[in-house]
Nanobody, 122 residues
Framework: VQLQASGGGLVQSGGSLRLSCVAS????????MGWYRQAPGKQRELVAA???????NYADSVKGRFTISRDNAKNTVYLQMNRLKPEDTAVYYC?????????????????WGQGTQVTVSS
């Protein structure tokens, strides 16, 4: 299973970006999909997550500005980021809890995408 993230870039404060992450490979089912970020010198933190049923969870710092969504048919998760701030600057990683069928039945593994840089200038 691979996760391919895209959509990062450089934007001015107050601007918007939309991140996408597509999962591919031996996928039977995907439970939670989410976005994390890591700024220089800081720990990786959860930005937003969404279950297969559409239940969402956001970090307090992005509530009201970011929206996570997913297309289950396309195994894709999105992060719409509005009113961006310089403190949102980080590498953004997508994450997915993927169920795959193998010799011993259905097993779940957490996968990470390669990261996409988001830079917000003041």
């Amino acid at each position: 299973v691979q996760l391919q993230a895209s959509g990062g870039g450089l934007v001015q404060s107050g601007g918007s970006l939309r991140l996408s992450c597509v999962a591919s490979g031996n996928i039977f089912r995907i439970n939670v999909m989410g976005w994390y970020r890591q700024a220089p010198g800081k720990q990786r933190e959860l930005v937003a997550a969404i279950t297969s049923a559409g239940t969402t969870n956001y970090a307090d710092s992005v509530k009201g500005r970011f929206t996570i969504s997913r297309d289950n048919a396309k195994n894709t998760v999105y992060l719409q980021m509005n009113r961006l701030k310089p403190e949102d600057t980080a590498v953004y990683y997508c994450n997915a809890n993927v169920g795959s069928l193998g010799n011993y039945g259905l097993g779940y593994v957490n996968y990470w995408g390669q990261g996409t840089q988001v830079t917000v200038s003041s």
